[in-house]
């Protein structure tokens, strides 16, 4: 039997897919973060609870999902609670996906700009990036899952070598002592732990395009886990690296562990420059993400074809990308997509599947 | 027709977002930096005659910097131009004096045709009369903040000029590769110490706590790791040095040293000399009812590795207890008076004692955080010395 499924992916895929969505700055602002929250070199564990917390939160998201095979959030919230209201739904979440495409991309031409290329005017930067995005969501899902699954290994392998490199400047000493303020320190750092996890709100589409939709909590648990041990893992190696005090000072933190030491003789004697180059597919990734998910809500909510969306969107993108006026504006609208995250969590899967339990198990309609 | 025209058109335009050399610099034409020198504000003779003859700007003269450029191609280590280049030095130290670094740094541009750059500096030496008048987060905030130099920059102390540490004596050296490349001797002394890299000093800055910082000496255009310098946390002022046992007994105490030599004079009063082969040192801090206090304990095995005393083997029967009776003495004197000057005279732990600490009595650490070197002073340290010599070289006694 063969079946052409141009606008499926496998379980793998959706895996990945969920993980490049998500993994990006995160990695590089985190260990300052977190630590800035916490106070205590205690970060890793408020990392491994609010991955846990986002797991659940996105079991929720992808059981509501699942009762409507093959929509989108975008389609079945306007069955679960009317046109109007699922379109206003539908809106915040576009908005709340293009916001977060604009940050990613910011993010990554401040990052280039500050260590890669000085003096290169900053639109050169997002430009190219931001045509060949375009290029890419014009492929469909279904290429996008590819670009992933290539990138994903080379990402992740720089990133293991940079971190066994960097075990040398490691000191266990730097992460005690463990609890040593009790759990209230912890507990603040799930403000800034969970933040890295936003967007997650992907899952309630991408459950639609899965050939395989029972696989779908398995497939989204495995790429969160796959994201979870690689912040812990950076927590771990940063604080353990330079300590919670050198990481609260420090812009990029991660980077800054890159460059506190040189490897004489290997073929990179200073990591910091294949690591970013490689780290910018990835932020690269995560842009792409979000700007497919807004153009495919735009086009199910108006009912329009896609590509021209994605033409229109361009614009769009490159004022949100430029909006914050400094490096502070845009650690700030970071912070404000966070919020804005927990917002739309509480209006939209929580409110859909409360609709849901009422319409389907309370009233017996079928909707 | 129109449609291939189109294509032709957008690939045309597409050619115009090849950016890659967009802000490319050829290295010939910059003017790497390698050491970096700062020293308490006074003219050099050309600064002199410049300042006399008006060329001037808005400025106290705080600081001299004097900044230490090599060449591109000496970088890379083997060079062919200089044989013909001949006598000039590898190096060449430009000084400026004001009161910032970076407007300092500006300001070289000025007056060489070459811009500066600070991807591969290596060592910052500070004299310690300048840290006795600046605090040393005032000096080292550009550096931290900028994007150019690494945080792997490691940070020493000169006593005397620090621009002095910047000349050599021998005439293909560059002297903040000289620096740099002596810390390999670690494995052969423990007077020198683990190195502070930036980022390191930065952590310590942050959390208020005192270090020590390598020591150098000039003589005679020689430079020397000698001792160390202790800076204290919360003032980031020098407030005094610590000699060369005093600095190895620090890194001993530290784990930051596996290495080095214990002499002392045996019952005949000759030189008699232990070469450790290893070194763990363990803090344990002790809370009795609020009486805190800590217990330091050496363990090292080593080996009898030179004797004067003609007449009477160390090692023949009795003897080797009565030696490492001795040796254990020297290393327990050397300890105390080490720790004796950080708690008397200076009130600085740059020992690692409130790490300790914060790891085994977290809720006593925080009571006593805000005012640590002061309650440190006052705390009493044990130490004990447990200390075996295994063999005695290739002799057999």
């Known amino acids: 039997m063969f079946i052409r499924t141009d606008d499926k992916i496998t379980a793998t895929q959706t895996a990945i897919f969920l993980n490049n969505t998500l993994l990006g700055a995160g990695v590089l602002t985190l260990p300052r973060s977190v630590s800035k929250s916490v106070g205590t070199p205690d970060g890793w564990i408020s990392t491994l609870l609010g991955g846990a917390i986002v797991m659940l939160v996105v079991l929720l998201m992808v059981k509501i999902s699942q009762q409507f095979p093959g929509k989108t959030v975008f389609q079945y919230s306007r069955l679960l609670t009317g046109r109007f209201i699922g379109g206003i739904l539908s809106m915040l979440l576009?908005?709340?996906?293009?916001?977060?495409?604009?940050?990613?991309?910011?993010?990554?031409?401040?990052?280039?700009?500050?260590?890669?290329?000085?003096?290169?005017?900053?639109?050169?930067?997002?430009?190219?990036?931001?045509?060949?995005?375009?290029?890419?969501?014009?492929?469909?899902?279904?290429?996008?899952?590819?670009?992933?699954?290539?990138?994903?290994?080379?990402?992740?392998?720089?990133?293991?070598?940079?971190?066994?490199?960097?075990?040398?400047?490691?000191?266990?000493?730097?992460?005690?002592?463990?609890?040593?303020?009790?759990?209230?320190?912890?507990?603040?750092?799930?403000?800034?732990?969970?933040?890295?996890?936003?967007?997650?709100?992907v899952t309630m589409t991408l459950v639609a395009f899965m050939d395989d939709p029972k696989k779908a909590v398995k497939a989204m648990l495995g790429g969160l886990a796959i994201l979870?041990?690689?912040?812990?893992?950076?927590?771990?190696?940063?604080?353990?690296?330079?300590?919670?005090?050198?990481?609260?000072?420090?812009?990029?933190?991660?980077?800054?562990?890159?460059?506190?030491?040189?490897?004489?003789?290997?073929?990179?004697?200073?990591?910091?420059?294949?690591?970013?180059?490689?780290?910018?597919?990835?932020?690269?990734?995560?842009?792409?993400?979000?700007?497919?998910?807004?153009?495919?809500?735009?086009?199910?909510?108006?009912k329009l074809k896609v590509h021209p969306i994605i033409y229109a969107l361009v614009p769009l993108l490159f004022i949100s990308a430029m909006l914050p006026k400094s490096l502070g504006d845009l650690f700030a609208l970071g912070d404000t997509i966070g919020k804005m995250g927990l917002v739309l969590f509480l209006l939209v899967p929580v409110l859909l599947s409360v609709v849901w339990l009422i319409r389907v198990k309370g009233l017996k309609q079928h909707v | 027709m129109c449609r291939r025209i189109l294509v032709v058109l957008c690939s045309l335009l597409i050619l115009a977002t090849l950016t890659s050399c967009w802000s490319s610099k050829e290295i010939e034409d910059l003017a790497l930096y390698a050491g970096l020198a700062l020293d308490v504000g006074e003219f050099s003779a050309t600064e002199q005659e410049l300042e006399d003859k008006g060329a001037t700007y808005y400025k106290k003269n705080k600081i001299t910097a004097t900044v230490q450029m090599v060449p591109a191609n000496s970088v890379g280590g083997t060079d062919k131009q200089g044989g013909s280049s001949g006598s000039s030095p590898p190096y060449m130290n430009v000084t400026g004096t004001g009161d910032s670094v970076l407007e300092i740094f500006r300001q070289y541009s000025i007056l060489r045709e070459r811009p500066i750059i600070g991807h591969h500096l290596k060592v910052i030496v500070i004299s310690s009369e300048l840290l006795k008048q600046q605090r040393i987060n005032q000096l080292m905030d550009?550096?931290?903040?900028?994007?150019?130099?690494?945080?792997?920059?490691?940070?020493?102390?000169?006593?005397?000029?620090?621009?002095?540490?910047?000349?050599?004596?021998q005439k293909n050296e560059i002297p903040a590769f000289h620096i740099r490349d002596m810390l390999r001797n670690q494995k052969r002394t423990s007077k020198v110490l683990d190195p502070v890299i930036l980022s390191k000093m930065d952590a310590n800055m942050h959390s208020k706590r005192s270090y020590a910082l390598q020591n150098l000496v000039t003589a005679n255009g020689e430079v020397e790791f000698s001792g160390a310098g202790v800076i204290k946390g919360d003032t980031g002022h020098w407030v005094g040095p610590l000699n060369q046992e005093e600095t190895e007994c620090l890194s001993w105490l530290t784990n930051g040293g596996q290495s080095g030599v214990i002499k002392t004079y045996d019952w005949s009063n000759e030189p008699i000399t232990y070469e450790l082969k290893s070194m763990k040192s363990k803090i344990t801090a002790k809370a009795d009812g609020g009486e805190l206090s800590f217990d330091v304990k050496l363990v090292t095995e080593g080996r009898l590795s030179e004797?004067?005393?003609?007449?009477?083997?160390?090692?023949?029967?009795?003897?080797?207890?009565?030696?490492?009776?001795?040796?254990?003495?020297?290393?327990?004197?050397?300890?105390?008076?080490?720790?004796?000057?950080?708690?008397?005279?200076?009130?600085?732990?740059?020992?690692?004692?409130?790490?300790?600490?914060?790891?085994?009595?977290?809720?006593?650490?925080?009571?006593?955080?805000?005012?640590?070197?002061?309650?440190?002073?006052?705390t009493p340290i044990h130490v004990t010395v447990d200390l075996k010599i295994t063999d005695f070289g290739s002799f057999t006694q």
Not at chain 2, 337 to 363: C, N, W
């Open chain 1, 94 to 201: 576009i908005l709340y996906f293009i916001t977060i495409a604009g940050f990613e991309i910011r993010t990554l031409a401040e990052v280039t700009l500050f260590f890669l290329l000085e003096g290169t005017p900053i639109w050169a930067v997002i430009l190219p990036f931001l045509w060949l995005s375009t290029y890419l969501v014009y492929g469909g899902i279904n290429s996008i899952a590819r670009v992933y699954t290539i990138v994903f290994p080379i990402s992740i392998m720089i990133l293991l070598i940079s971190f066994v490199l960097s075990l040398r400047m490691f000191d266990i000493d730097n992460l005690r002592p463990v609890l040593g303020k009790g759990w209230s320190p912890v507990f603040a750092g799930l403000k800034s732990t969970v933040l890295v996890f936003t967007g997650c709100e």
């Open chain 1, 228 to 302: 979870m041990s690689i912040y812990f893992l950076t927590i771990i190696i940063v604080i353990g690296g330079i300590s919670i005090d050198s990481a609260i000072t420090s812009t990029w933190p991660t980077i800054d562990l890159l460059r506190s030491f040189e490897v004489p003789g290997f073929f990179f004697e200073r990591l910091e420059f294949p690591f970013m180059v490689i780290w910018l597919m990835q932020m690269f990734c995560n842009f792409s993400s979000f700007f497919f998910q807004s153009t495919l809500g735009l086009s199910q909510i108006f």
């Open chain 2, 142 to 169: 550009f550096v931290l903040r900028d994007n150019d130099i690494r945080p792997s920059t490691m940070v020493f102390i000169s006593q005397g000029r620090a621009a002095d540490t910047m000349v050599a004596k």
């Open chain 2, 307 to 378: 004797t004067w005393n003609v007449e009477e083997y160390p090692a023949a029967t009795h003897l080797p207890q009565k030696a490492e009776e001795l040796f254990k003495e020297r290393l327990e004197g050397m300890m105390k008076s080490m720790l004796h000057k950080l708690q008397s005279d200076y009130k600085a732990d740059v020992g690692g004692f409130s790490t300790r600490l914060s790891i085994q009595e977290p809720a006593l650490w925080n009571k006593l955080e805000d005012h640590w070197d002061e309650v440190f002073s006052r």
